[in-house]
């Protein structure tokens, strides 16, 4: 059989054991000696055996008694013994000796420690034998030193203090009786020092009771106030979290966590509005404790919750059983306590807590408050954070916006890229864009988003619809609840809800109003915010901006291509745009051409009519008759002053014989007008005209040539006629 090895026992290792066990039995005696000099310094009998062994010495010291050694030695052999006892109290684990809060009581009979009140009658017995043994043991000297154990007694307890004093009484009694004095003086000595020591004993015992109590409301204070500090170093630590990382679910459960725990409410819930997407009519949940089934939202129409979203104050339930407004989401709940979020006046949410065990309180309610303001504060600045965050994406926004409308001049391209940019800013379900036509001063409606094609170019009246209004009162417009019935009458076919959400601005650049921009979102419980429509007026500026340029640029333009006393084309933009008339229509096959005719007027005896009736008049017939073609020619037929008095016209899908009529009926609309002279007497001129149809493989001087030989014929022939070559 395999024995097992045992630890080989070396000299080093049992010193070192040695020692060990030397080093912990000092630690422990050094322990034991710090306990009794504790014990001793505290020990009530040990101090009252000093307060009467001096005494009694020096009592008899002073007589000269026969028994000053012995008296002496027995002092010190009673102070010994007290010394020892305490000694003893510590190794038996006996408790020190303190001092009790307990009354006297006529109802019941207070215990008694047994072992103090050894102490305290071997300290009357140590009076009465040191009275007995001085020459006159009735004399006074030592009387008074049972008024200090009384008062020790009673400071004990007040079972000990009465039987104490029976025996003190009783010493005092039996050793004024056993001496020569007579019984009658004796009775009165005993007498009086019973009812001192009554008197000392109750008094003493009051004193420490009152003493006692005040400590002990002074601890209780004192943890009251160490717990509130805890609560209130959670609380802003809750704070902290809140401020760092706003109203979000973790956080609120932080909060719950801290009314639940730190503060004690067996029941929490805190209810927000525009934090969780709701609004301050209706409270969303967003944290809870405790309940089984909490209720989800709160709309202001019942339970305390709902007073308190009505009224904006807090509310103190300490009996929600005699509270009518009180719904319960739980079962055996006592008190509750709401208080609402408050910021600026503005309702943001709501903090309930309720309890099971207790009845909640005006100290309750500060907490709640104190933990509500919080809470309020860290949503407020959420708030402005997600607001400015918003206001900065969107400001975001507004650059790219504006390098869109910047990127062009041409009207009929900027329209339509103003309309997507602006709900690429700003989320809508349709954008408008109301332009004013110079031309007769009207606004019309240029571009949308969606369908509805057919309304582009109707007429908005200023006043019609939110565009109009905007437009009407140089203002922007904030509808929540735009009805359909209040659009403008020329788009009152449109498909649309019977309530929007709208916002109009208008667009005003050097005092004008050029026009307005409309968005609209079709879902009116989503309405445009402010921060949105401050957002909108920045866009409509850049908008007004674009579309003045947009006008300055088309007025030069046609300043560029127009003659300027006629209005129609000048030759530097006719020639080049026959040239793309005639190539697009050479890559077309030939039987898919359209035909092309060409008409070329020239004004009847022109220069000796200007030297007549002078150059005023001979221009006011040229404008008259400028604006005879523009009235009657097509807006795709090109009509052009060709020459100091020629005027040409090319008229796409148009033949040399329609060409012809159209022709003959200008010539005979001009002969039948009249201009005013300088003299103010009428004046009538006549035009001649030649007209060509473009044949296959020619071009520009070809079709042009043919007009003017036709217009050659036809002064040839006597002026005043159209010939067709």
Known sequence: MVRPLSPVNTPAMAKSAHLAGASRTKRRDQWATLRLRRRLRSDPHVLLALALAIPTILVD??????????????????????????????ALNIPPTGYSTRRLSIHAIPAIDRWSLMRLILAVGFVAIGAFATADPQSVPLAPLYIPIVVVAAAVGPGEGFVVLIIVAAARVALLVSGPAQPAAATEQGLVLGVVGVILAVGTRR?????????????????????RSRQIAALDAVGRTLAANGPEPATLQAVMDLLTGPFGYSHGSIYLGEALGGSPAELRMGAARGYDEPIATFDGSKGVIGRVIRTGRPALVPDVNVDPDYIGAASALRSEICVPLLAANELLGIVNVESDHRVLDEHDLEIVRLVADRLAAALTLARERR?????????????????????????????????????????????ILTVLDRSDGSYKLRAFTGDHREYLG????????????????RAPVLDHAYERRRLPVATAGAQTPEVMASLAVPLIRDQVVVGALTLVRFDATHPFSELELEVVQILGAKVALALTNSDLHAEVMELAIRDSLTGTFNRRHFEPSLERMIAARRRLNLGDRQP????????????????????????????????????????SDLVARYGGEEFVAVLDGTGRDDAFRIAEEVRLAFAAQTVRGSSGQPLSATVSAGCAELRP?????????????????????????????
């Open 387 to 431: 607001r400015l965050a918003e206001r900065a994406q969107l400001l975001q926004r507004v650059i790219p916006f504006g390098e869109v409308v910047n990127s062009t001049l041409d009207g009929s391209i900027l329209y339509d890229r103003i309309v997507a940019g602006v709900t690429e800013v700003v989320e809508a379900d349709s954008a």
């Open 61 to 90: 010291v002073l007589d000269q008694g026969p028994h000053e050694l012995a008296i002496a030695i027995f002092a010190v052999a009673y102070l010994a013994a007290q010394v020892g006892l305490s000694g003893a109290g510590v």
């Open 458 to 473: 109707v007429t908005i009246r200023p006043g019609e619809g939110v565009g109009g209004r905007a437009i009407r009162d």
């Open 207 to 227: 004193t420490v009771s009152s003493l006692a109590m005040a400590l002990e409301r002074l601890r209780t204070l004192n943890a009251t106030e160490r717990s």
């Open 697 to 725: 493989g020619d071009g520009l001087a070809e079709l042009l040539g043919a007009c003017d030989v036709g217009l050659a014929m036809a002064k040839g022939a006597g002026r005043n006629q159209v010939v067709a070559a």
């Open 596 to 635: 092309l005719s060409a008409i070329l007027f020239d004004l009847d005896d022109f220069g000796a009519f200007n030297k007549l009736h002078g150059h005023q008049t001979g221009d006011a017939v040229l404008r008259a008759f400028s604006k005879l073609l523009l009235e009657r020619f097509r807006a």
